[in-house]
T-cell receptor, first 112, second 115 residues
C-alpha cells in the first residue's frame, strides 16, 4: 500500500554513466515532482509535471531529463553523470490544486 | 520572492521537555506554510500546514505551529519531547506567484532528544 515509491533506493555508479530513477504513486494525484537534497540536507525542486506536462523546470543541467509516461509515473534520467550529481533524489506527488506533497523514500545516488 | 529562514540548525532537548523549532518567512503575498519531518534515511512526512484558516495549526504526533503575520513567523512546538521525535525538520513556504505547488524549503533543523 505504498503511496509514493522510488527505485532504486541506492545507486552507485561511475562518472560518465547514464542512469535512471523511477517513481510511481498510487494516490490518484495528477502532479509529480523531483527534488534534489544535497549533502547539507538542503532540498530544491528540480521538475514538476501535471498530467504528463512539464510545469516547473528549475535551472537544472540538460543532462537531467524527466519523463512522465502517465499521471502515476515520473522517471528521472541522468546522462553523463558527474561527481556533483551525488545527492539524495526525492520524488513527490500532489493534487494540482492542493498544497500537500507526499514524498517517496528517496534514492541515494553516489557518483564515483 | 518567497524564502524561509530556520533560525537554528540544531536543537537539543531532554525527553519530556518542550520543543521549539523556529521559522521565519518572507512573502509578498499570503503564504501557505508547512512543516515536514525527515527521520534518518527516510522520506519527508507532512507534520502540519497553514493555509489562511486558523492561525494555530495542530499536526500529527502532538506538534503544533502558530502563524504570526506581524512577526512573519511559523514556529513549531510540542509540549513534551519523545525520543521518536529525533529527526530533521523543514519549514516550507509555497509561492503563489509561481504556483501553489512550488515549495521553498528552509535549510532544516536537526532535533536531538536526550534520554
Amino acid at each position: 500500500d505504498t503511496a509514493v515509491s522510488q527505485t532504486p533506493k541506492y545507486l552507485v555508479t561511475q562518472m560518465g554513466n547514464d542512469k535512471s530513477i523511477k517513481c510511481e504513486q498510487n494516490l490518484g494525484h495528477d502532479t509529480m515532482y523531483w527534488y534534489k537534497q544535497d549533502s547539507k540536507k538542503f532540498l530544491k525542486i528540480m521538475f514538476s509535471y501535471n498530467n504528463k506536462e512539464l510545469i516547473i523546470n528549475e535551472t537544472v543541467p540538460n543532462r537531467f531529463s524527466p519523463k512522465s509516461p502517465d499521471k502515476a509515473h515520473l522517471n528521472l534520467h541522468i546522462n553523463s553523470l558527474e561527481l556533483g550529481d551525488s545527492a539524495v533524489y526525492f520524488c513527490a506527488s500532489s493534487h494540482f490544486s492542493g498544497h500537500e506533497q507526499y514524498f517517496g523514500p528517496g534514492t541515494r545516488l553516489t557518483v564515483t | 520572492a518567497q524564502s524561509v529562514t530556520q533560525l537554528d540548525s540544531h536543537v537539543s532537548v531532554s525527553e519530556g521537555t518542550p520543543v521549539l523549532l523556529r521559522c521565519n518567512y518572507s512573502s509578498s503575498y499570503s503564504p501557505s506554510l508547512f512543516w515536514y519531518v525527515q527521520h534518518p534515511n527516510k522520506g519527508l512526512q507532512l507534520l502540519l500546514k497553514y493555509t489562511s484558516a486558523a492561525t494555530l495549526v495542530k499536526g500529527i504526533n502532538g506538534f503544533e505551529a502558530e502563524f504570526k503575520k506581524s512577526e512573519t513567523s511559523f514556529h513549531l512546538t510540542k509540549p513534551s519531547a519523545h525520543m521518536s521525535d529525533a529527526a530533521e525538520y523543514f519549514c516550507v513556504v509555497s509561492d503563489p506567484q509561481t504556483g501553489a505547488n512550488n515549495l521553498f524549503f528552509g535549510t532544516g533543523t536537526r532535533l536531538t532528544v536526550i534520554p
